[in-house]
């Protein structure tokens, strides 16, 4: 029979050969050890890939500095490796680093540094750094204006990124720009005004919404979605503040006394030892499914990286424990939830109705009552939009899930 770790051994040879011939630092090693650690991937040796990447890195280095762009797919798959093996903490740092790595090789005019600020603020974005995502998007929204780029796409991402953050105000940088646009392509704008609209429709000002959905009609028709489609969101379930109960959590002081303290609003939605308090509406699935705290996070919160379970819905791991019998939490794969409901013109979901569920009574209920407080952009018709019955959803709770 084969030997199924042959082609792991005869590159292992080949490496050591070369190593021989050329020294341990010579940058010919540097493709045959990257190939090498994908070898030891896909066996699933994932310790040497590790090691390899990182030698593939080092000798990067020590040929073309520290900023040299021959290490990016060394990076890509030490990111990739930490995220199979859920050390989200890693996969963030490897990302930093990599943008740190593009953001010097670059000249500071070259228009390819906006795609390298774009992209670490997406990372930024679905790993529930919105805040970094937010300040990154800005800058390069300067970058790109200083360019005489039009800026108009990364503002599309700024509204994005603060809708992931669960503010439901219209960005004032997308409304100027959109209203001062004059050689932005069609397509381009219309993505604008529909992005606007479904800020309108969280900021609940539909007739707002209204009026740009039909300019997204007139400049770009073949733009426009038939079908109603969930705004992505992250949205509290319901107003701790407005609850009956107080929630206290204990704090020590400086001199390490313990004492109670009334828990804030954002303390009680992060609160692990509750029910779920939040969620994130991720249809397309561009979620990371962690959430890594965030440049302002409050240290005496002790907030760690949290793993979100659920699509299209997503909800803390942590919280959603606190729901599911014990006996599930290690199935929670196999639970499922089909329910139908009704997308009026205004974006509001009604009727809404579990059709059938593998799940608890009590995760059903969740599930409805997430659902009563998400928004959808509505179906349109010639730009106008209307009531659509009978829409459906199938909520899953697989805790593996990662974005793409």
């Given at each position: 029979?084969?030997?199924?770790?042959?082609?792991?051994?005869?590159?292992?040879?080949?490496?050591?050969?070369?190593?021989?011939?050329?020294?341990?630092?010579?940058?010919?090693?540097?493709?045959?050890v990257?190939?090498?650690?994908?070898?030891?991937?896909?066996?699933?040796?994932?310790?040497?890939?590790?090691?390899?990447?990182?030698?593939?890195?080092?000798?990067?280095?020590?040929?073309?500095?520290?900023y040299?762009?021959?290490?990016?797919?060394?990076?890509?798959?030490?990111?990739?490796?930490a995220?199979?093996?859920?050390?989200?903490?890693?996969?963030?740092?490897?990302?930093?680093?990599?943008?740190?790595?593009?953001?010097?090789h670059?000249?500071?005019?070259?228009?390819?540094?906006?795609?390298?600020?774009?992209?670490?603020?997406?990372?930024?974005?679905?790993?529930?750094?919105?805040?970094?995502?937010?300040?990154?998007?800005?800058?390069?929204?300067?970058?790109?204006t200083?360019?005489?780029?039009?800026?108009?796409?990364?503002?599309?991402?700024?509204?994005?990124?603060?809708?992931?953050?669960?503010?439901?105000?219209?960005s004032?940088?997308?409304?100027?720009?959109?209203?001062?646009?004059?050689?932005?392509?069609?397509?381009?704008?219309?993505?604008?005004?529909?992005?606007?609209?479904?800020?309108?429709?969280?900021?609940?000002?539909?007739?707002?919404?209204?009026?740009?959905?039909?300019?997204?009609?007139?400049?770009?028709?073949?733009?426009?979605?038939?079908?109603?489609?969930?705004?992505?969101a992250?949205?509290?379930i319901?107003?701790?503040?407005?609850?009956?109960?107080?929630?206290?959590?204990?704090?020590?002081?400086?001199?390490?006394?313990?004492?109670?303290?009334?828990?804030?609003?954002?303390e009680?939605?992060?609160?692990?030892?509750?029910?779920?308090?939040?969620?994130?509406?991720d249809?397309?699935?561009?979620?990371?499914?962690?959430?890594?705290?965030?440049?302002?996070?409050?240290?005496?919160?002790?907030?760690?990286?949290?793993?979100?379970?659920?699509?299209?819905i997503?909800?803390?791991?942590?919280?959603?424990?606190?729901?599911?019998?014990?006996?599930?939490?290690?199935?929670?794969?196999?639970?499922?939830?089909?329910?139908s409901?009704?997308?009026?013109?205004?974006?509001?979901?009604?009727?809404?109705?579990?059709?059938n569920s593998?799940?608890?009574?009590?995760?059903?209920?969740?599930?409805?009552?997430?659902?009563?407080?998400?928004?959808?952009?509505?179906?349109?018709i010639?730009?106008?939009?209307?009531?659509?019955?009978?829409v459906?959803?199938?909520?899953?709770?697989?805790?593996?899930?990662?974005?793409?």
């Amino acid at each position: 029979m084969d030997n199924p770790r042959q082609p792991i051994i005869d590159l292992e040879n080949q490496v050591e050969e070369l190593t021989l011939h050329h020294g341990p630092f010579s940058a010919e090693l540097i493709e045959p050890v990257i190939t090498l650690a994908k070898l030891y991937i896909e066996a699933y040796e994932l310790e040497s890939a590790t090691d390899q990447l990182l030698r593939a890195q080092n000798i990067a280095h020590r040929n073309e500095g520290v900023y040299t762009p021959r290490q990016f797919e060394a990076v890509t798959l030490l990111t990739q490796i930490a995220l199979s093996e859920a050390d989200y903490r890693a996969a963030n740092v490897q990302q930093k680093f990599a943008f740190f790595v593009r953001s010097h090789h670059l000249n500071p005019q070259d228009p390819e540094i906006l795609f390298a600020y774009s992209e670490m603020a997406n990372w930024y974005m679905f790993t529930g750094q919105t805040r970094r995502s937010r300040r990154l998007l800005e800058e390069s929204i300067e970058k790109a204006t200083s360019l005489g780029l039009d800026p108009l796409p990364l503002a599309i991402e700024l509204s994005r990124a603060r809708r992931l953050g669960g503010i439901c105000c219209v960005s004032k940088q997308l409304l100027e720009l959109v209203q001062r646009s004059s050689n932005t392509d069609p397509d381009t704008l219309a993505r604008a005004y529909l992005e606007l609209a479904d800020t309108y429709i969280l900021a609940r000002k539909e007739a707002i919404a209204a009026e740009y959905f039909l300019k997204a009609n007139e400049v770009s028709p073949l733009s426009m979605s038939v079908d109603p489609r969930p705004i992505s969101a992250r949205e509290a379930i319901s107003n701790p503040l407005s609850q009956q109960a107080k929630i206290y959590h204990i704090e020590k002081d400086r001199f390490n006394r313990r004492h109670l303290t009334l828990s804030t609003h954002d303390e009680i939605l992060e609160d692990l030892s509750i029910k779920p308090q939040w969620f994130i509406v991720d249809w397309k699935q561009a979620h990371q499914g962690f959430i890594v705290p965030d440049g302002n996070s409050n240290p005496s919160q002790g907030r760690e990286i949290q793993e979100l379970v659920g699509n299209p819905i997503l909800f803390s791991k942590d919280q959603l424990n606190n729901v599911i019998p014990l006996r599930l939490e290690k199935r929670m794969e196999e639970l499922k939830i089909e329910l139908s409901f009704t997308v009026t013109g205004e974006g509001d979901l009604e009727e809404i109705e579990v059709k059938n569920s593998t799940a608890p009574a009590k995760l059903d209920r969740l599930v409805v009552e997430a659902l009563k407080k998400a928004h959808y952009r509505p179906a349109l018709i010639n730009g106008l939009p209307v009531t659509t019955k009978n829409v459906q959803l199938v909520q899953t709770f697989s805790s593996d899930y990662k974005g793409t």
